[in-house]
């Protein structure tokens, strides 16, 4: 699947109009500036539209009455270790999230007074709420049960450099089975609530369930 692929699927299978950033995070192209040319081209060929959004960024949706080609099949159109679908999954999970506490989440890059910078994956705009999303689903494997901690640690520490700091910081799941092992009396459950970190479950829709197991099948093959 092209970038340019990409692009048009996350913006199909996106509730809102999605920002340059939010679109680099949802189809895991790095460069901000890919997605913005490619944008640009996709503006002039009448398949978006690009308008100021909310914020003030410049947001991208599907044009009306645009026919958007479908991607092309290609033999092993996924490498094993894609995360495409997983991180199209975490945009519609912030979206719900976002909905459900009555804010607007966004990629974020905090720097901390060190100088290391902080990918968050989901933050509004006066950074009260940080978030980090794992669209995961069943039972965590034994190397993935570190993830959460780990991403916990980072909220955490990240949340101690901020003025005023976060009054939320969340973990965000997709199946409860996926934090199962961070419930009752497991050590790993009791130290993220010491942090100060809180886990939410959403529901995703089911063509984006199906994606994610899809996704899990190829990386653990």
């Given at each position: ?11 199909r ?12 995070e ?8 890919t ?6 081209e996709l ?8 308008v100021?959004g ?7 949706s ?9 991607p ?6 996924h490498d ?9 999954a ?11 506490l009555?804010v ?6 905090i720097?901390?007074p ?13 950074q009260t ?5 794992w669209?995961h689903?069943?039972p965590?494997k034994v190397a ?5 901690v ?5 909220l ?10 976060p009054?939320?910081l969340?973990?965000?799941v ?7 092992h961070l ?12 942090l ?5 479950v959403?529901?995703?829709?089911d ?13 653990y093959?």
């Amino acid at each position: 699947m092209s970038n340019r692929e990409r692009i048009l699927q996350a913006l199909r299978g996106s509730s809102r109009p999605l920002d340059d950033d939010e679109l680099a995070e949802a189809t895991g192209i790095h460069l901000r500036q890919t997605v913005n040319q490619i944008c640009r081209e996709l503006q002039a060929a009448g398949q978006i539209v690009r308008v100021p959004g909310e914020h003030g960024k410049i947001v991208n949706s599907i044009a009306p009455g645009a026919e958007v080609e479908e991607p092309a099949v290609v033999e092993a159109a996924h490498d094993a270790g894609s995360s495409f679908e997983q991180r199209a999954a975490a945009g519609r999970m912030l979206e719900a999230l976002g909905r459900r506490l009555g804010v607007t989440l966004r990629p974020t890059r905090i720097v901390h007074p060190s100088g290391a910078k902080v990918e968050i994956n989901g933050a509004d705009a006066e950074q009260t709420v940080l978030v980090e999303c794992w669209a995961h689903q069943g039972p965590a494997k034994v190397a993935q049960k570190y993830k959460l901690v780990n991403d916990a640690v980072k909220l955490h520490w990240i949340a101690q450099s901020l003025p005023p700091r976060p009054r939320r910081l969340i973990l965000c799941v997709c199946d409860e089975a996926a934090v199962k092992h961070l419930r009752g009396n497991s050590w790993q459950g009791h130290a993220i609530a010491d942090l100060g970190v809180g886990l939410e479950v959403v529901q995703l829709p089911d063509e984006f369930v199906a994606a994610i197991l899809e996704a899990q099948k190829r990386q653990y093959r």
